[in-house]
């Protein structure tokens, strides 16, 4: 059993605590108390200009690291990845394991104006309506969480609502029933769930399979200057970077000085 499997099964647990106390009907009451950001043109305003765009992410631990950082102080950490050139946020929300919290959406909004993606693993419609009432502007569909129907159907729930969804793969087989859905926005994970290694031409490969008009963001394991060389030269200029900032210091001066180029 790999981390995945472990986490979706905590999370089955946490739904049902969630759906005792709300309802998709509820949530829906707060779906306009926060005014959409467009997290897709945040990222392919750039992109397509062949510049580098870096969803930067809030996270205290990891199941496969533990705690990643401890000084963890959400507002300080938005803001200092907000004023140095972040195109976006992604948040962790999950408690068990990544230690995050479902506010903190919220409590990065207030400080910070740019896009924020809610990371969770999302495997009821209960969570895509939570994701909009709590104030995210995107969301997070893990193709290997998810059969081919609940990947369809938790998309256009997704987009009915007006949230930005981010498509995660890790590999070619998850790419093919990516890609049936059309994702404007998708995600290559470079790391093996099997054994959790890590390597950067897995993007590179799944590139080549990948429409032109599709935005890829490319995630985990881009560590230094050299590796967004590499992805850059491939043709990938989008990245979700989340424990190389968290270990510094100051993640917002890791997060500047890595893409300046």
Request: charged content about 30%; glycine content about 4%; hydrophobic content about 40%.
């Amino acid at each position: 059993m790999n981390h995945l499997d472990k986490i979706l099964i905590e999370k089955k647990i946490s739904i049902s605590f969630l759906k005792k106390n709300n309802s998709i009907s509820k949530l829906e009451e707060n779906f306009n108390n926060f005014s959409k950001r467009n997290f897709v043109e945040a990222l392919s305003k750039k992109i397509s200009a062949q510049n580098i765009a870096v969803i930067a992410e809030i996270k205290k631990s990891s199941p496969s690291k533990g705690v990643i950082r401890e000084n963890f102080i959400l507002e300080d950490i938005a803001k200092d990845y907000s004023k140095n050139g972040a195109s976006c946020l992604s948040i962790l929300t999950d408690e068990p394991f990544f230690n995050g919290k479902i506010e903190y959406v919220e409590q990065a909004r207030n400080v910070v104006d740019i896009p924020i993606l809610r990371k969770d693993f999302i495997i009821d419609d209960i969570q895509i309506s939570e994701t909009k009432a709590i104030g995210a502007d995107c969301i997070l569909l893990i193709v290997a969480a998810l059969d081919d129907y609940q990947l369809n159907d938790f998309y256009e729930h997704s987009k009915n609502i007006d949230l930005d969804v981010l498509v995660e793969v890790h590999n070619f087989k998850e790419l093919e029933r990516a890609l049936k859905i059309s994702p404007e926005l998708l995600g290559i994970n470079n790391r093996n769930l099997s054994t959790f290694e890590v390597d950067i031409q897995n993007s590179i490969e799944l590139l080549k399979e990948v429409p032109d008009e599709v935005t890829v963001i490319s995630e985990s394991g881009i560590l230094n200057q050299a590796h967004l060389e590499r992805l850059t030269e491939a043709g990938i200029y989008g990245f979700l970077i989340g424990e190389k900032f968290m270990r510094a210091e100051s993640p917002g001066q890791d997060l500047a000085e890595l893409i300046s180029l």
